[in-house]
């Protein structure tokens, strides 16, 4: 390996360890700010972020447990039929296949597509669309 190339690993290799300490301290501040309540509306942002941080470095575990505390909290916030959940419920069966845990995996792909199919029923009532 060249020294440019070298020098070029070395250096993502600190942006990765930089990141990491970055986002490590922003769960801690996030967290204390929100008096220790991991459900606080303020998380949702942290906990997405500090998950597409992981998935994306293929850290699939890390990223998991941030999913997952991101459903629990949605979950809570908006109620278990939320549109919010798809993209949530999507990236934890991602994690799950990465983790090689491919029945989790189906299972949250499965929630996933009957939220998005639930709501593409038309719902509407005929006397509705003929106001509209």
């Excluded at 505390?69 to 959940?85: C, F, I, K, N, R």
């Excluded at 090689?100 to 929630?111: Q, Y």
Aim: net charge positive; aromatic share 10%.
């Amino acid at each position: 390996m060249s020294n440019s190339s070298q020098s070029k690993a070395n250096v993502k290799v600190e942006l990765m360890h930089a990141s990491a300490q970055i986002y490590a301290y922003i769960y801690a501040a996030q967290h204390e700010y929100c008096r220790l309540d991991k459900k606080h509306p303020f998380m949702e942002q942290t906990y997405i972020s500090i998950a597409m941080f992981n998935r994306n470095l293929k850290r699939y575990a890390e990223s998991l447990a941030m999913w997952k505390e991101l459903e629990a909290l949605q979950t809570e916030l908006y109620g278990v039929d939320s549109m919010v959940l798809l993209f949530t419920w999507k990236n934890i069966g991602t994690c799950y296949m990465g983790v090689g845990k491919s029945e989790d995996a189906r299972h949250f792909m499965n929630k996933a597509m009957a939220l998005m199919q639930g709501v593409m029923k038309d719902t509407d009532k005929e006397e509705q669309k003929k106001k509209d």
